[in-house]
């Protein structure tokens, strides 16, 4: 049985990942600091769904901690490392710069050194389709130049990446640096367009729309075809790759808000504004590499995906939360 270290435990993708890798006789440990960024009770509930398994150890904690760090890795001798831990969200990246370099880059930091000294040598690492910045080529791919990030929370992502791959370099971890794209789905943290959307719908409370004119589109990838990719990436790791983990399939905002309203069965009010700073325009993943390295194949298109994702908001009660 491999012992995998999930750092950011009781976050939306990595408890996915997590009872993925339980279902798959993996051990998981992991840590969570239970950021202030949203409701304490809702990763509780996420944690909740497999904390009494016994193939799971879980440490209250900060990726900031070297100390904590140490006695994990000594206890359990992990083989292998799912970095999902982070500061995330462009816009608050803006108002919290230092914050947000601190957690992503010294934390990455302390994790990469830790592996060093406990010799564990492959690491997966959350990455961000942020990355890309206003990058006119479509689709994204994992060749374009990423040098000109539009927000501190991209930066940092990029910064991630460097430092990875000096760790490639100089000590010969294999390491995935996997470029995320707007994931959504089961036990999403609540600030993000489809949760906070489908919460305030719900609650006839007004959305509020960064896109006069209904031109930005994203990627939106379903976490149940996020989590296939990461699971074939700890058992492929191999080398330094960045990887692209998309749908393939840019949505325009408006056909999105007429899926939620579909599938809650309620028209949104919404309010308009202009974009915002650090946003762009569209996301769109080219995701050939991710088919031919890890046999990644989403096959959660958006109106199943939402589908999905209100029926679990609905029979959870989280939006009450």
């Not at 359990?76 to 803006?94: E, M, N, Q």
């Not at 789905?185 to 509020?208: D, H, L, V």
């Not at 749908?247 to 009010?269: F, G, T, W």
Request: proline fraction near 4%; charge should be neutral.
């Amino acid at each position: 049985m491999k012992k995998i270290f999930v750092t950011g435990g009781a976050g939306f993708i990595a408890s996915n990942l997590i009872m993925r890798l339980l279902k798959l006789n993996y051990k998981v440990i992991s840590i969570d600091n239970f950021d202030s960024f949203y409701d304490r009770r809702i990763k509780e509930k996420n944690l909740g769904l497999f904390a009494e398994n016994k193939s799971f150890s879980f440490f209250e904690g900060d990726i900031l901690n070297k100390d904590l760090l140490n006695e994990i890795f000594e206890e359990h001798k992990p083989d292998a490392v799912v970095h999902l831990a982070a500061k995330a969200g462009v816009r608050p990246s803006l108002n919290d710069p230092i914050g947000y370099y601190k957690v992503n880059m010294d934390g990455t930091i302390n994790i990469l050194e830790t592996m060093k000294k406990f010799g564990v040598s492959k690491l997966v690492f959350a990455s961000s389709s942020s990355v890309y910045g206003e990058n006119k080529k479509v689709p994204f791919s994992e060749s374009d130049i990423v040098d000109f990030p539009i927000s501190p929370y991209a930066a940092s992502k990029k910064a991630g990446e460097l430092i990875c791959y000096s760790y490639h370099h100089l000590y010969s971890f294999d390491i995935f640096c996997m470029r995320f794209f707007t994931v959504y789905g089961y036990a999403q943290r609540p600030e993000m367009a489809i949760a906070n959307f489908a919460s305030k719908i719900i609650n006839n409370t007004p959305i509020t729309v960064f896109d006069k004119n209904g031109v930005t589109s994203r990627d939106y990838t379903f976490i149940d075809d996020i989590v296939s990719g990461l699971v074939n990436s700890i058992e492929r790791v191999k080398g330094y790759e960045i990887l692209n983990l998309g749908n393939s399939r840019p949505i325009h905002l408006p056909y999105l808000i007429e899926l939620l309203e579909r599938y809650l069965d309620k028209k949104a009010i919404i309010e308009y504004k202009e974009r915002q700073m650090g946003d762009v325009l569209t996301t769109y993943a080219d995701i050939k590499k991710a088919e031919q390295l890890l046999d990644y194949n989403p096959d959660t298109p958006i109106e199943l995906g939402i589908k999905k994702y209100c029926d679990w908001l609905l029979s959870e009660k989280v939006h009450l939360i």
